[in-house]
């Protein structure tokens, strides 16, 4: 009990402190309960040719254990190094292929293709890239194809419709539904950095099969490309941007071995 005979104000501040001490205790336990998340020392990002001008510096580089890149500042938008990975978010306008800041083009431009790019992959975060190529083989092999045809849009894909709930009867597909197309190109020659077949994932809402059209703005198509065991690369484009597929993609490899650092 306390004193009955200390002043109110000395026994607020006790209660205070033993408050306070208490709440310590309890974040302290949880601090150690947590698990401890792996640090990300393997990437460092560095500033080049840095002027009153260029605060920023001309170019951008990544150094990570498995090589260099060197990103011109025209095309960078923003990067990071987390505790777990490294992120370098790239925009480049096509069909040019000129940085955003060059053609003064942003987010909602349809002729924007955004390079998302990750390293320390491999570390186990949600920034893993799945290999669209390999998840086409699968859905192949549990059946979960619906629709398979020449693309009557895009000459020299070929599409494969999966819906996004596998688990909905024929009578439910006929109506409007979410869908997933795979566009696997047709030439065995033209193939993604991990050298599987160029495969290119679109979303449709809609009665399938249908015609895949420009959705308000969204890019609803996608690229992913694993550069190396620690460089992951996610090309998010808008529909449009199909229509000439084939120079886009060797657009993209030149650019991808352009900001290689040898």
């Known amino acids: 009990m306390f004193n009955s005979n200390l002043p109110l104000k000395v026994i607020s501040i006790s209660c205070f402190v033993v408050i306070l001490f208490s709440l310590q205790g309890c974040d302290y336990i949880l601090e150690k309960l947590k698990p401890k998340k792996k640090p990300n020392v393997n990437v460092q990002i560095h500033h080049l040719g840095v002027t009153k001008e260029y605060r920023e510096g001309t170019a951008i580089q990544y150094d990570y254990p498995l090589g260099k890149v060197k990103i011109p500042i025209s095309y960078y938008v923003t990067g990071d190094i987390s505790s777990e990975y490294a992120l370098a978010d790239l925009y480049i306008r096509w069909p040019e292929m000129l940085g955003w800041r060059e053609k003064k083009s942003f987010f909602r431009d349809p002729y924007v293709l955004r390079l998302f790019t990750t390293f320390e992959k491999e570390k186990g975060t949600s ?77 449709f809402f809609g009665v399938a099969p249908g015609s895949l059209v420009e959705d308000g703005g969204i890019n609803t198509c996608k690229i992913q490309w694993n550069l190396d065991t620690s460089m992951s690369m996610e090309i998010r484009l808008y529909p449009l941007i199909l229509d000439d597929w084939k120079a886009m993609y060797h657009g993209l490899i030149k650019f991808i071995i352009s900001i290689r650092v040898e």
Not at 151 to 180: D, I
């Open 127 to 203: 920034f893993k890239r799945d290999d669209f190529y390999l998840n086409l083989q699968q859905r192949i092999k549990a059946g979960q194809i619906d629709y398979i045809r020449p693309s009557p849009k895009y000459k020299g894909l070929t599409e494969y419709w999966s819906v996004v709930q596998s688990n909905t009867t024929k009578e439910e597909r006929k109506k409007k539904m979410s869908w997933t197309i795979y566009y696997l190109v047709d030439d065995p020659q033209i193939v993604s950095p991990q050298g599987h077949r160029l495969v290119i994932r679109c979303g």
